[in-house]
């Protein structure tokens, strides 16, 4: 076990964002260091396959965020815990997240997913046709930033022309999952994200009222009207849902296409030979789960003794699982800092494990995969145009630009 002193400095040099391009080789020397314990901040870091694995199975690990000591040593002090109010289902715990999200599943169906699928690729060509016309392509500006949000929009029935009102409130919440708190003891921008949050449930607010006079096609609507055994969503609880789409459809999505696309193309064989059968999209796409999750860590909380990894937790006490570093875990996976599709077996937690997994996943995939298939066809001979500029998120980690040459 690393030297709380050790692990501090470990932890913070993670948050550097000097780092941010390439996080990996600190998070194998975290791994490598064996599991964190920091007493002051009543965390546990686990980077290995195994722990990460074991912490999301255990029946007493939680993600409601108000179980934990530190979160009741500041309800103690009068500090507000839910500034924004309800939480969306990631951070409830059965019954409510299983309440939750059966009501909410009923609305996000696969049904509903596979029937966007010709749109999704109508979306694409689109873009792509603005690409070749202009002759110039910056990934996330020109595809992987504009498609995610135009399926959300279109999913939740947010309308198109607000997108750039909510897109700057979503990157600036998409950081507040950074753990500033847990690894420092300091929060940073907590005021710029309150606002934003606060803003961003007004809007969701006014548009869930439109919704209700006049119901449409949408996922607000079939909130609003679905039902099971008497149940329903309260406002609140719409609300809340419909921020969490909002933000955990957009923002992760938008990184895994762009890490899907940068590594191809630092990998050109692979870039080849998906422009040659879309039916390898896929596995590139597990691919770019392990070895560059668009998710790279997540928390949860004891919520009763634990022993995870023969390491004692007591209840209350936060736990930071580094899937980034867990995926590369050579007990695991062979070569793991290789980018390779072909492997036999790909093994990731990008999309969580048991009743938290990704309610999303299945349209993640779908815009993937049409994604790189139609942009690796379109341009057989694009190139890497300059290296990759990260956003300073540390949990969503993604980039701000990726420029390419068409060739």
């Excluded at 990460?52 to 690990?61: A, G, I, K, T, W």
């Excluded at 046709?129 to 992987?144: H, N, S």
């Excluded at 694009?382 to 949990?395: D, I, M, R």
Aim: aromatic share 6%; proline share 8%.
């Amino acid at each position: 076990m690393t030297a709380p002193a050790q692990s501090q400095a470990l932890l913070v040099e993670l948050l550097d964002p000097a780092n941010r391009a390439n996080p990996y080789p600190v998070y194998a020397r975290i791994r490598e260091s064996g599991p964190m314990q920091l007493p002051d901040n009543d965390l546990h870091v686990f980077a290995t396959f195994a722990e990460c694995d074991e912490v999301l199975r255990h029946p007493d690990s939680c993600s409601d965020r108000t179980k934990s000591t530190m979160a009741q040593r500041a309800l103690a002090a009068g500090q507000q815990l839910r500034p924004f109010g309800t939480p969306g289902f990631l951070f409830l715990d059965p019954p409510d997240h299983t309440r939750l999200r059966r009501l909410v599943s009923k609305a996000f169906s696969p049904k509903v997913v596979k029937a966007l699928e010709a749109d999704i690729a109508a979306m694409v060509d689109g873009l792509l046709d603005k690409v070749a016309a202009t002759g110039e392509f910056e990934v996330i500006e020109d595809l992987a930033y504009p498609l995610p949000v135009a399926v959300i929009c279109r999913l939740l029935g947010v309308p198109i022309e607000d997108e750039p009102k909510f897109s700057s409130a979503s990157a600036l919440l998409a950081q507040g999952l950074d753990p500033f708190i847990a690894f420092t003891g300091q929060a940073q921008g907590f005021e710029e994200r309150l606002e934003a949050g606060l803003w961003l449930r007004g809007y969701l607010r006014e548009l869930l009222e439109k919704r209700r006079a006049h119901p449409a096609e949408d996922l607000i609507s079939g909130l609003i009207a679905v039902e099971e055994s008497g149940d329903q969503l309260t406002e609140d609880e719409i609300v809340a849902t419909c921020n969490l789409l909002l933000i955990a459809g957009h923002e992760t999505t938008v990184n895994l296409i762009a890490n899907a696309i940068l590594a191809l193309l630092r990998h050109r064989q692979h870039w080849t030979a998906l422009a040659g059968d879309a039916e390898l999209a896929p596995a590139i796409i597990e691919e770019t789960l392990r070895y560059d999750p668009p998710v790279q860590l997540a928390g949860r909380i004891a919520g009763a003794d634990m022993t995870i990894g023969g390491i004692d937790i007591p209840k209350g006490d936060n736990m930071m699982l580094l899937f980034a570093a867990a995926h590369r875990d050579p007990l695991v996976t062979d070569r793991p800092d290789d980018f390779d599709p072909t492997r036999d077996t790909v093994r990731h937690m990008a999309f969580g494990k048991g009743p938290h997994f990704c309610l999303g996943a299945p349209l993640a995939r779908l815009e993937t995969a049409v994604a790189l298939s139609a942009v690796t066809k379109r341009f057989p001979n694009a190139q890497l145009a300059g290296e990759p500029v990260y956003k300073p998120n540390v949990t969503l980690r993604g980039m701000d630009s990726l420029p390419v040459a068409l060739g």
